[in-house]
């Protein structure tokens, strides 16, 4: 037996010598397999931050570097990706000039192709988070929209919790909350277990208030697209008789929301409150639907079902208003936004070329009755629109998408517009390289908000959501912040903490400015 198993030994080390030579049979041995890379100049940050840490243009900033004085006359300096003129260079000191136009950002020496990481360096300017805002860790899903009301905001979304403070057994945070005007928690609003994935809100004329969205129930209550809330938040509800197929009598009653009436066939994307405690709602729906509770139990419903194409008119109620938008074809392609002007005016924009039989090239307005408003000078307007904002105060909106002309003029993503519907010219897009715009607002003071994909703006990095002048150019001034990472789909104009003008920003927003962002943020914009 010990023959066997010595021989079993001696048969098998040959073919073990074999598989090794194979699998390096290129190998020398003694040679450093790793060998022909370049080995670590031994250049380092030593310090965390920049000395000062936080810099204007024009200004010296020292950082304190290792191993540098082999390379003196061969670093390249660089704050946020952009060159900065280096003033002076030592073993394990560099000076460097903060250049005119730039934005907060890392440092980097880059020696011999090699690269090296330093601290951040914060460039002063007129727009700046507001560390003194309420919100610390924030919502944990995107806010679509959000509304004053009673000194603080009702915000809406795909969210299921807020600053940590749901346990979905006696607290509920669910696709809508009310927060105070320091960005915390109130408890004078109840939504009961609320609705998951609210895209719009809108305050009614009676003072209740109109949710829409992705949603089939409110507070475990069964509805249809849109729900109408009281001013304390519930859902308001009513009673109902209905077929009892049980042998208890209670199930002969039921109760459901009091606003009978809701979509099929689609989402819906926005709501608005117009004349007559009515509702408008729009979408990508193609039916209103209504449950005839005397053919209903508690278990099964009997929907009676209007074709009803991308907007309708609703009642206090729910109910149809068959007087809007009389024969109604809706859209030959997919909305994308749509607004609401002061006289109950309402422009959709999308993917579309014609509106109840009408030519309208990516954007259409309505009249309050829901007829085409054919005055609306947009001309042959833009192909694929995916935003839409307006502002009231200074009668602009702003469109932006995949285009690159609007009316036959370029326009490369983004075009500001007069209430009229015409272009503004006055406002010209600089170089975004292969960015897209995705939202854009004309504030009270005229400078545009945009936000998009882009990482420079003429030829300068900066970040994704710009500050430019109403003529489209750029003010170191107000573009100093970076990064913005997210994206941006509401904007309100507040105060600051400190009294200064600020803007409220909700979306799918992670961060700014090297802060954290929990989806909704206060800025602060000084003039």
Same mark, same amino acid.
């Given at each position: 037996m010990i023959m066997k198993l010595l021989n079993v030994k001696i048969v098998c080390l040959p073919i073990l010598f074999l598989l090794l030579t194979a699998c390096s049979k290129d190998l020398v041995v003694g040679e450093d397999p790793y060998a022909g890379g370049k080995g670590s100049l031994g250049i380092g940050f030593v310090s965390n931050y920049p000395s000062p840490e936080v810099a204007k243009p024009g200004e010296l900033v020292e950082f304190q570097v290792k191993g540098l004085l082999p390379y003196i006359g061969q670093l390249n300096f660089f704050v946020n990706n952009t060159p900065v003129e280096v003033i002076s260079a030592e073993d394990s000191l560099v000076i460097v000039r903060v250049p005119t136009q730039i934005s907060s950002g890392d440092a980097?020496?880059?020696?011999?192709?090699?690269?090296?990481?330093?601290?951040?360096?914060?460039?002063?300017?007129?727009?700046?988070?507001?560390?003194?805002?309420?919100?610390?860790?924030?919502?944990?899903?995107?806010?679509?929209?959000?509304?004053?009301?009673?000194?603080?905001?009702?915000?809406?979304?795909?969210?299921?919790?807020?600053?940590?403070?749901?346990?979905?057994? &006696?607290?509920?945070?669910?696709?809508?909350?009310?927060?105070?005007?320091?960005?915390?928690?109130?408890?004078?609003?109840?939504?009961?277990?609320?609705?998951?994935?609210? /895209?719009?809100?809108?305050?009614?004329?009676?003072?209740?208030?109109?949710?829409?969205?992705?949603?089939?129930?409110? /507070?475990?209550?069964?509805?249809?697209?849109?729900?109408?809330?009281?001013?304390?938040?519930?859902?308001?509800?009513?009673?109902?008789?209905?077929?009892?197929? &049980?042998?208890?009598?209670?199930?002969s009653l039921d109760t459901v929301s009091s606003f009978n009436g809701g979509v099929t066939g689609g989402s819906v994307l926005k709501v608005f409150g117009v004349a007559d405690d009515k509702v408008i709602a729009v979408g990508n729906f193609?039916?209103?639907?209504?449950?005839?509770? &005397?053919?209903?139990?508690?278990?099964?419903?009997?929907?009676?079902?209007?074709?009803?194409?991308?907007?309708?008119?609703?009642?206090?109620?729910?109910?149809?208003?068959? &007087?809007?938008?009389?024969?109604?074809?809706?859209?030959?392609?997919?909305?994308?936004?749509?607004?609401?002007?002061?006289?109950?005016?309402?422009?959709?924009?999308g993917t579309f070329s014609r509106f109840n039989g009408k030519a309208a090239p990516g954007i259409v307005r309505l009249h309050a009755d829901g007829t085409v408003d054919e005055s609306f000078a947009i001309g042959t307007g833009a192909a694929r629109i995916q935003s839409i904002s307006y502002n009231p105060q200074v009668k602009k909106f702003v469109v932006t998408g995949s285009f690159t002309t609007f009316n036959g003029t370029t326009a490369n993503g983004v075009a500001v517009l007069n209430e009229t519907g015409s272009k503004d010219g006055g406002f010209v897009l600089g170089d975004i390289g292969a960015g897209v715009p995705t939202y854009g607002y004309v504030l009270n003071n005229g400078k545009v908000l945009l936000d998009g994909t882009f990482e420079t703006y003429n030829g300068v990095p900066r970040s994704n959501l710009l500050v430019l002048e109403a003529n489209g150019s750029m003010l170191q001034l107000y573009n100093s912040f970076s990064p913005f990472s997210g994206a941006l789909y509401k904007v309100v104009e507040t105060t600051s903490s400190l009294g200064n003008p600020a803007l409220l920003l909700g979306g799918a927003i992670f961060g700014f400015d090297g802060h954290r962002a929990g989806r909704l943020i206060r800025v602060e914009i000084k003039n």
């Amino acid at each position: 037996m010990i023959m066997k198993l010595l021989n079993v030994k001696i048969v098998c080390l040959p073919i073990l010598f074999l598989l090794l030579t194979a699998c390096s049979k290129d190998l020398v041995v003694g040679e450093d397999p790793y060998a022909g890379g370049k080995g670590s100049l031994g250049i380092g940050f030593v310090s965390n931050y920049p000395s000062p840490e936080v810099a204007k243009p024009g200004e010296l900033v020292e950082f304190q570097v290792k191993g540098l004085l082999p390379y003196i006359g061969q670093l390249n300096f660089f704050v946020n990706n952009t060159p900065v003129e280096v003033i002076s260079a030592e073993d394990s000191l560099v000076i460097v000039r903060v250049p005119t136009q730039i934005s907060s950002g890392d440092a980097k020496i880059v020696v011999e192709n090699q690269v090296f990481y330093g601290p951040r360096l914060q460039i002063q300017g007129n727009v700046s988070f507001d560390a003194n805002y309420g919100i610390v860790n924030g919502f944990n899903g995107f806010v679509s929209d959000f509304i004053p009301n009673a000194g603080g905001y009702i915000v809406v979304g795909a969210f299921t919790n807020f600053e940590d403070e749901a346990n979905n057994e &006696t607290t509920f945070i669910r696709g809508i909350h009310f927060i105070d005007a320091n960005g915390r928690s109130s408890s004078s609003m109840n939504f009961g277990k609320g609705a998951y994935n609210i /895209n719009s809100i809108a305050r009614m004329s009676s003072g209740a208030f109109v949710v829409g969205g992705a949603i089939s129930s409110f /507070n475990d209550r069964e509805v249809y697209g849109i729900a109408k809330l009281l001013p304390s938040g519930r859902l308001d509800t009513m009673v109902v008789d209905v077929i009892n197929t &049980t042998e208890f009598p209670q199930n002969s009653l039921d109760t459901v929301s009091s606003f009978n009436g809701g979509v099929t066939g689609g989402s819906v994307l926005k709501v608005f409150g117009v004349a007559d405690d009515k509702v408008i709602a729009v979408g990508n729906f193609t039916r209103h639907l209504k449950i005839d509770y &005397t053919y209903s139990s508690r278990e099964t419903r009997r929907p009676i079902l209007t074709s009803a194409r991308n907007i309708v008119r609703l009642k206090s109620d729910g109910t149809l208003d068959s &007087t809007y938008s009389y024969n109604h074809e809706g859209a030959n392609g997919a909305i994308a936004d749509a607004v609401q002007m002061p006289d109950d005016k309402i422009v959709l924009v999308g993917t579309f070329s014609r509106f109840n039989g009408k030519a309208a090239p990516g954007i259409v307005r309505l009249h309050a009755d829901g007829t085409v408003d054919e005055s609306f000078a947009i001309g042959t307007g833009a192909a694929r629109i995916q935003s839409i904002s307006y502002n009231p105060q200074v009668k602009k909106f702003v469109v932006t998408g995949s285009f690159t002309t609007f009316n036959g003029t370029t326009a490369n993503g983004v075009a500001v517009l007069n209430e009229t519907g015409s272009k503004d010219g006055g406002f010209v897009l600089g170089d975004i390289g292969a960015g897209v715009p995705t939202y854009g607002y004309v504030l009270n003071n005229g400078k545009v908000l945009l936000d998009g994909t882009f990482e420079t703006y003429n030829g300068v990095p900066r970040s994704n959501l710009l500050v430019l002048e109403a003529n489209g150019s750029m003010l170191q001034l107000y573009n100093s912040f970076s990064p913005f990472s997210g994206a941006l789909y509401k904007v309100v104009e507040t105060t600051s903490s400190l009294g200064n003008p600020a803007l409220l920003l909700g979306g799918a927003i992670f961060g700014f400015d090297g802060h954290r962002a929990g989806r909704l943020i206060r800025v602060e914009i000084k003039n």
